[in-house]
């Protein structure tokens, strides 16, 4: 469900200079920490209120899955892969990530002992947009994958 999207990806402000598209990916990172302590708000600061995915959901629908989704776990964490972020153009860019939420703790333990624990594994794109300096999430789409596609990098 496109709640896992925004569980793995939304956005938050990172003050400074560098390379925005650094910033985008610290962004992703970020509020993927948000989620794993279940702060929906956390997550749902930084999406854009004109939100639509492509089944027609908007902030509000995400916002009601995303909170099923983590209320069903005890606890939940989040690994990345191959995370893409492409140019940025009139303050828009898209981000594409590939990951595995898992049940539990899994932090520093080898991806052979995360996947068995997984929900499974997608592929994601979000759309960003700055908006007075902030990013966020305007579009997000996902793709269940198979295990291996998410361990060799396709």
Excluded at 50 to 73: K, Q, V, W
Excluded at 126 to 134: I, N, V
């Amino acid at each position: 469900m496109l709640g896992r999207v925004l569980v793995l990806a939304g956005v938050l402000v990172v003050a400074g200079c560098g390379d925005e598209r650094d910033t985008v990916a610290r962004v992703v990172h970020r509020v993927a920490d948000a989620a794993e302590l279940k702060n929906i708000d956390g997550v749902m600061a930084f999406v854009a209120p004109d939100y639509r995915d492509p089944m027609g959901r908007d902030r509000a629908r995400i916002r009601e899955l995303m909170a099923a989704e983590l209320r069903r776990e005890e606890r939940i964490s989040i690994v990345f892969r191959r995370l893409e972020v492409g140019e940025i153009r009139d303050d828009r860019v898209t981000a594409t990530l590939k990951g595995v939420l898992a049940e539990g703790d899994v932090k520093g333990a080898s991806i052979s002992e995360v996947l068995p624990r997984s929900m499974g594994a997608w592929r994601f794109t979000l759309e960003l947009r700055r908006d007075d300096g902030r990013w966020l999430i305007t579009r997000g789409e996902e793709q269940s994958i198979p295990p291996a596609t998410f361990l060799l990098g396709g």
